[in-house]
């Protein structure tokens, strides 16, 4: 009796294994507003304590070559959604009024018919839920948006810059109010909470979610003593440092969460920024040129931590991987068993080998451009201004206008900070990298509006 009992729960054991390999993971895609790299304590940023960060990165993956898709929101959201270069659709900057955009020389919003990441997804059966900020089109005086429903996504809760704007948090025609339900300091918290919901909902069934909180993007507002002091938002370094930290506390009740809902081995979460912060206070940018609306590191390098715990073992840093946010999309569809994914209309990679723990050297170029004229893209000031292409190869990264002017060259190996133009010592690889960058830019399609 005690064999027979023995071997029945063998059976069990090996039937639960086998159920777990094939059930789908979630996947949650957790996009922080202007973060830069130095940050999080783990990526060596010293300005505030990120225990509960430091504790994600522990427990999964810390990569260190992690690169955006643009150094501002729109473009940067427009390419992890669709695992494009944004400018195929036309978002260059980030999007605003109609005049705003035209100056910008963009779309009024991302067009619906793109493929996205939560579109193939469903179409494996996942559940689509989008919880934080769009900024993909829609607000101010874009009234003829998509709604966010058009782009795959089952459930949604956005902010002021979406087609459809949460009225919690939404109480006034701006990013946020005195009036809101939902005060700007709990907006983290109302999003993770949001995102728990809905993963208690569906579970035992596989979800995609984008949780992309409008922290730690100013203007700053820690509590109700700030907003009284300060009625439209902060930024100073005080407040900068109440909003992470209390940003920080939101991701660790993210993956408490998990635990609690008895999902946690089965997601992986994706934790990264969509572009670098600003301002850097010296320090936002680690060892990083530039800021946000630069094309030098400290403007499209992004802290990335991948943690699943039922596959990979953590405590892991991969410093070998150059990944892209245009990757997400087919990475995310190898995982979640997405049979076909559209070409040539995705640039990025599958990469969900590195991501499951296995680096590997990048083979295909990486390829960026901001800055399409001087009088909307007049910013940053000084040495973190950057020419307006960019082109990431091996160790090699240029950078030149677009007029094939200005050409700039570094090892990025050698020279992370990007302080030591070799492209007078290296004219064979600067010719080749300028060649490749005017090309693919010139290649890129015009604006119809």
């Not at 069990?12 to 895609?29: E, G, H, R, V």
């Not at 874009?142 to 809760?157: C, H, L, M, R, T």
């Not at 990469?351 to 940053?380: C, H, I, M, Q």
Request: hydrophobic share 35%; glycine share 10%; net charge positive.
């Amino acid at each position: 009796m005690k064999i027979t009992t023995f071997l029945a729960a063998i059976c069990l054991c090996l039937t639960a294994s086998a159920a777990f390999a094939q059930q789908k993971p979630n996947i949650i895609l957790v996009l922080t507003d202007d973060m830069g790299v130095g940050d999080i304590a783990c990526y060596g940023g010293s300005l505030v304590p990120t225990p509960h960060l430091d504790r994600m990165a522990a427990e999964g993956i810390r990569f260190t070559q992690y690169y955006s898709a643009s150094p501002i929101c729109s473009p940067s959201r427009a390419g992890l959604l669709t695992g494009s270069y944004p400018a195929r659709w036309n978002i260059t900057s980030y999007l605003q009024t109609r005049k705003g955009n035209a100056a910008c020389e963009q779309a009024d919003f991302l067009r619906a018919d793109v493929p996205t990441v939560a579109k193939l997804l469903k179409s494996a059966g996942y559940h689509t839920g989008h919880f934080g900020k769009w900024h993909l089109g829609g607000g101010r005086d874009v009234k003829n948006a998509p709604s966010i429903q058009a782009y795959g996504f089952d459930e949604y809760s956005s902010t002021w810059e979406s087609p459809d704007p949460d009225p919690l948090i939404t109480a006034e025609n701006w990013i946020w109010s005195k009036t809101d339900s939902v005060k700007r300091w709990d907006r983290t918290g109302y999003f993770v909470d949001r995102t728990l919901a809905f993963l208690a909902k569906h579970k035992g069934q596989p979800c995609f979610i984008n949780l992309w909180p409008d922290d730690v993007h100013t203007p700053w507002v820690a509590d109700e003593k700030d907003m009284q002091r300060y009625p439209e938002g902060a930024q100073g370094r005080r407040q900068f440092e109440a909003v992470m930290k209390n940003y920080d506390r939101q991701m660790g009740r993210l993956m408490e969460g998990l635990k609690k809902l008895g999902i946690d081995q089965h997601t992986i979460v994706v934790f990264t920024s969509d572009n670098g912060a600003l301002p850097t206070f010296d320090t936002r940018s680690g060892q990083y040129r530039g800021s946000k609306l630069s094309l030098y590191e400290g403007g499209i390098r992004m802290p990335l931590i991948v943690r699943y715990p039922g596959a990979t073992k953590g405590g892991r840093v991969d410093s070998v991987s150059i990944l892209s946010a245009t990757d997400m999309l087919p990475t995310f569809c190898k995982l979640a068993g997405v049979k076909q994914v559209p070409q040539p209309a995705v640039d990025g990679v599958d990469r969900a080998d590195v991501l499951l723990g296995k680096p590997s050297p990048r083979e295909r170029t990486l390829f960026w451009e901001y800055g399409r004229n001087d009088s909307t893209f007049g910013y940053p000031r000084g040495k973190n201004r950057s020419p307006s292409v960019a082109v990431r190869q091996g160790k090699w990264k240029l950078l030149v206008n677009a007029n094939g002017a200005g050409a700039e060259l570094y090892d990025l190996e050698k020279d992370p900070g990007e302080q030591h133009d070799l492209s007078r010592q290296h004219p064979a690889e600067t010719a080749q990298l300028t060649g490749k960058a005017l090309a693919w830019f010139r290649a890129l399609p015009a604006l119809r509006k």
